[in-house]
């Protein structure tokens, strides 16, 4: 898992329009990602070396840190003044080179978001090791990815934000899976309350399996307003082949089961975006009017990347969670 904590090195110190006590800064984190942030005026120079605190974040409750009180002591993506805050920077106190993660010596944690009512239940083992798990990086961490993507064919679809579940059926065995566990049969958890409703059990192919987003009521504050939980599908993951499905295999897949897809915005396209157009192609809204959690972008022909999936999110940074 990707660090939180990064030594980084100031590329750039732009003003921002208007603002007379904060500017814009890009740094470089080496294997931590290129990150944009605001800093404090005339506290850094190019060439200069500071502390990142990515996303997620949760920073030591310290006076230090007395100024991210009203934000919980949570790191989170936004726009200031218009200008894209992505992490956190502050002068390097802790010794380091460039790149180093030095999320342990910062005392720094992971924020997890509390288990939605019902997500719980009887565990009846780890999540699969012959079936991935669902995990996209910040398109900020892996600029090797989006430099590889460019000039390429891709698609697009909408995050939505919920929580992910997985089914999966390999010689005649049926497993429903949270994020990281096999979850026994029961009534009362979401996930296999989608699966049951959708029948998975009797009409899931053996060798695949499937991953969706569960969104819906008292689930991430249900932005989408739906009226009752659902499954998004949007990724069908081949497990003999131990390949993911292209889009059109995974349209295919979700008219057999029945499932609705996440919506993708397009499919088939050049892709070609710069960081800052990247970042307001991911700003939008659910069709309720609300804000968006932000986008995904992949290959169209599932190419990989020194072994990794070419597929990364972008957040929406005017999304609230």
């Known amino acids: 898992m990707m660090g939180l904590v990064y030594i980084g090195k100031v590329l750039t110190v732009e003003e921002i329009p208007g603002a007379d006590f904060i500017e814009r ?3 470089a984190c080496g294997k931590g990602g290129n990150w944009s942030g605001c800093a404090q005026k005339g506290q850094f120079q190019v060439g200069d070396l500071c502390q990142a605190y990515l996303q997620d974040s949760l920073l030591p409750q310290t006076e230090e840190f007395a100024f991210m009180e009203k934000h919980k002591y ?18 390097q106190t802790i010794p380091g080179q460039t790149g180093d993660d030095i999320t342990v010596l910062a005392g720094v944690e992971r924020y997890v978001k509390p288990l939605p009512l019902g997500m719980g239940g009887e565990m009846a083992g780890a999540l699969p090791s012959f079936i991935p798990k669902t995990d996209e990086p910040n398109f900020q961490a892996v600029p090797e990815l989006v430099e590889a993507l460019r ?8 995050k939505a934000d919920g929580t992910s579940a997985t089914a999966y059926r390999l010689d005649g065995h049926f497993g429903v899976c949270s994020r990281n566990w096999e979850m026994r ?3 009362t958890n979401v996930q296999w309350h989608i699966a049951k409703s959708y029948h998975l ?10 991953q969706w ?6 689930i991430q504050n249900n932005p989408m307003g739906l009226k009752e939980p659902d499954g998004l599908l949007f990724d069908v993951w081949y497990i003999h082949e131990h390949r993911y499905g ?19 915005l397009t499919c088939g396209g050049v892709f070609d975006m710069d960081d800052e157009q990247l970042r307001k192609y991911a700003e939008g ?21 020194n072994g990794d999936r070419l597929s990364f999110k972008v957040l929406n940074l005017k999304y609230k969670d």
């Open 74 to 91: 949570r790191v989170r993506m936004m726009r200031l003044r218009g200008v894209p805050s992505e992490c956190l920077i502050i002068p």
């Open 285 to 305: 809204t659910y069709p309720n009017g609300r804000q968006r959690e932000g986008i995904v972008v992949r290959s169209m022909d599932n190419q990989r990347v």
């Open 185 to 187: 049969e029961s009534d």
């Open 25 to 27: 800064l890009d740094v």
């Open 151 to 158: 000039g390429h064919p891709f698609y697009a679809t909408i």
């Open 246 to 264: 292209d889009p059109l295999e995974l349209a295919s897949l979700a008219s057999l089961l029945r499932m609705k897809t996440v919506t993708v």
């Open 213 to 218: 987003e569960t969104v819906g009521p008292r």
């Open 201 to 210: 059990q009797t009409v899931l192919p053996d060798g695949l399996a499937i």
